[in-house]
Nanobody, 125 residues
């Protein structure tokens, strides 16, 4: 049974940092792109970042570019999202996901086969 488990969320002050982790189990995802989305109550799930299976290619939403960094460790079947210079508008639930098929297109949530349960990130003073 495939399972993705996020961790690392929490409360942080504006300008602070958090590192989210997503540990996968049930199968290896070393040949799959992996990504992060976020979703606020009453809104659609929003693309945040994606990383290719090798880690050589990454893409980010404009809203997080230059502040967030996605990475992965295939030996640990884990991906990460380093979030720096956090803003109150980054407050929401973050989800990790495994891409189905090819890397492109990557912004639509329907293109992802597996999802974690989500972790809450709150940016507030």
């Amino acid at each position: 049974q495939v399972q993705l488990v996020e961790s690392g969320g929490g409360l942080v002050q504006p300008g602070g940092s958090l590192r989210l982790s997503c540990a996968a189990s049930g199968r290896t995802f070393s040949n799959d792109a992996m990504g992060w989305f976020r979703q606020a109550p009453g809104k659609e799930r929003e693309f945040v970042a994606i990383i290719s299976w090798s880690g050589s290619t990454t893409d980010y939403a404009d809203s997080v570019k230059g502040r967030f960094t996605i990475s992965r460790d295939n030996a640990k079947n884990t991906e990460y999202l380093q979030m720096n210079s956090l803003k109150p508008e980054d407050t929401t639930v973050y989800y990790c996901a495994v891409k189905s098929g090819s890397y492109y297109p990557f912004r639509e949530s329907a293109g992802y086969a597996y999802w974690g349960q989500g972790t809450q990130v709150t940016v507030s003073s």
